[in-house]
């Protein structure tokens, strides 16, 4: 991490005594935003810091001793081993780490999404409603894809959403959800989804070369429609052109619950010889990632970067390593807002894009009760980024 210290300027009194609890699944990320939080409030001078109201501002770590222990049948019991009275609380939560077992009639068993939430539930259940505020920093929202009913089936992610509010959560802070309209099911409570934009662009200035951001030379692609906003968003504020594809689907048959793409289909100017940034919220198999870029490539494109907000990979790596080879694409983007495998961060085509400082500013902020409006319009930093970029 870098040592540069990098000071907000908050002369707020904090909401309560800043404490963080990254569930086992989010420890590497949630450790480095300590780091963070340690070496700014260290180098902050505030003539309040002295007060009642500032006691435990400064400390070695603001995360609490917590723990999921399981018995062999596979329950389980959250854990609180530090006191949580009167703290700002805030809990990290990664639903997408499957690296993570634990013992089933002495069997190891991986933890899936489910595993992950019951586990965030149980520690929301210990704390007791003895925090003064309790904050969920879930990156991939749970159940987020299960948010809308095409037939008699199960609403998750708003069941979810609200399960949490009940049991005393304040607010839900995400990135990237899939449709951020899921947020009706809880209009009463504060609910942020937040877009990484300027992390891929930083992520991508700081590893390619040679990138002319223009019109002529760049394009910012969606690779279906539903993502629409997030290509519009980058297109505007690099001022370059932006196309999309959308899914032709077969709606006479049902594959793995779902239509069979038939073909994905091109609206958008001429991409002869320009870079492309592939803008997704999530890589799942990356099949349809691959087919987009391959339709790109077929029309002559030039580069090819793809971004997404979470790299799943769930189909593996070996059709992206296919891709880099055969020229298809040039290099992934995605974020450690989610679990990366080994194998993933040691791939030559593959940029990581660290958020924690990111998550740093917002929980910084918010325990002073600031806004964080600012944090949340990337604009003038992705301009500054660029500028950068130009001159060398």
């Known amino acids: 991490m870098s040592k540069r210290v990098d000071v907000l300027q908050l002369e707020t009194i904090p909401a309560g005594s800043l404490a963080i609890i990254p569930l086992e699944g989010c420890k590497n990320l949630g450790e480095k935003v300590d780091e963070y939080l340690v070496e700014w409030r260290t180098a902050r001078e505030n003539e309040h810091k002295d007060s009642l109201a500032f006691t435990g501002y400064q400390r070695d770590t603001y995360i609490l001793k917590a723990k999921v222990p399981r018995f062999g049948t596979g329950e389980a019991k959250g854990v609180i081993q530090e006191s949580v009275r009167g703290t700002d609380l805030y809990l990290l939560v990664d639903v997408c780490n499957h690296s993570l077992t634990y013992p089933l009639f002495g069997k190891d068993n991986h933890m899936s999404p489910d595993d992950h939430y019951q586990d965030l539930k149980r520690i929301i259940a210990a704390v007791g409603g003895k925090a003064r505020r309790i904050t969920v920093f879930m990156p991939f929202l749970y159940e987020s894809r299960q948010d809308k009913r095409t037939a008699r089936e199960s609403l998750d992610c708003a069941v979810a959403l609200q399960e949490m509010i009940k049991m005393g959560v304040d607010n839900i802070i995400t990135f990237d959800a899939h449709d951020p309209r899921v947020q009706n099911a809880i209009p009463l409570h504060g609910f942020e989804t937040i877009q990484p934009a300027y992390q891929f662009i930083k992520g991508l200035l700081a590893n390619v070369s040679g990138l002319k951001i223009d019109k002529e030379h760049l394009m910012a692609i969606s690779p279906d429609e539903g993502g629409?906003?997030?290509?519009?968003?980058?297109?505007?504020?690099?001022?370059?052109?932006?196309?999309?594809?959308?899914?032709?689907?077969?709606?006479?048959?049902?594959?793995?619950?779902?239509?069979?793409?038939?073909?994905?289909?091109?609206?958008?100017?001429?991409?002869?010889?320009?870079?492309?940034?592939?803008?997704?919220?999530?890589?799942?198999?990356?099949?349809?990632?691959?087919?987009?870029?391959?339709?790109?490539?077929?029309?002559?494109?030039?580069?090819?970067?793809?971004?997404?907000?979470?790299g799943l990979f769930t189909g593996g790596l070996e059709r992206f390593d296919k891709a880099f080879e055969n020229g298809i694409i040039d290099r992934v983007l995605t974020t450690n807002l989610i679990y990366q495998s080994p194998e993933l961060l040691k791939r030559e085509w593959y940029i990581n894009c660290d958020m924690s400082k990111y998550i740093a500013y917002l929980i910084d902020t918010l325990n002073h009760d600031a806004s964080i409006s600012g944090l949340l319009d990337p604009n003038d930093r992705i301009r500054n980024a660029v500028e950068r970029y130009e001159r060398g």
Do not use: Q, W
């Open 228 to 310: 629409m906003s997030r290509a519009i968003y980058i297109a505007d504020v690099l001022k370059v052109d932006m196309g999309m594809f959308y899914k032709r689907r077969d709606y006479t048959k049902v594959v793995d619950g779902r239509n069979p793409i038939i073909a994905h289909e091109f609206l958008g100017s001429n991409v002869e010889g320009k870079d492309m940034i592939i803008i997704d919220d999530m890589i799942s198999s990356g099949e349809s990632a691959i087919e987009v870029a391959t339709e790109l490539k077929e029309r002559k494109a030039g580069r090819i970067f793809v971004c997404s907000t979470f």
